[in-house]
Nanobody, 123 residues
Framework: QVQLVESGGGVVQAGGSLRLSCALS????????MGWFRQAPGKEREFVAH????????YYADSVKGRFTISRDNAKNTVYLQMNSLKPEDTAVYYC????????????????WGQGTQVTVSS
């Protein structure tokens, strides 16, 4: 049974930074491509970034490109999302997700999900 646990959310002023972490347990972390999604109140869950399990190739949503960085540490079974230059529109619950195979921007492609961590950016 795969479990994903996110941490690192909080309240930050616009222009600030946060780093989210997501730890995977129950299976071999390096077997999974990892993704980050977010969901703002009243909106659908949207893709943020993913990182390939083998090559660590990354891909970002246009809205976060150049500000967010996804990375992974296979020795620690953890994926990270470094968020810089945060904007109020980045406010959302952030979820990590895991899937076999190549990365995807579709939330339906991911088999496992964490419980989410709240990020609030004040103006």
């Amino acid at each position: 049974q795969v479990q994903l646990v996110e941490s690192g959310g909080g309240v930050v002023q616009a222009g600030g930074s946060l780093r989210l972490s997501c730890a995977l347990s129950g299976r071999t972390f390096s077997s999974y491509t990892m993704g980050w999604f977010r969901q703002a109140p009243g909106k659908e869950r949207e893709f943020v970034a993913h990182i390939n399990r083998i090559t660590s190739t990354t891909y970002y949503a246009d809205s976060v490109k150049g500000r967010f960085t996804i990375s992974r540490d296979n020795a620690k079974n953890t994926v990270y999302l470094q968020m810089n230059s945060l904007k109020p529109e980045d406010t959302a619950v952030y979820y990590c997700a895991a899937k076999y195979g190549m990365g995807s921007t579709s939330r339906q492609a991911y088999e496992y999900w964490g419980q989410g961590t709240q990020v609030t950016v004040s103006s």
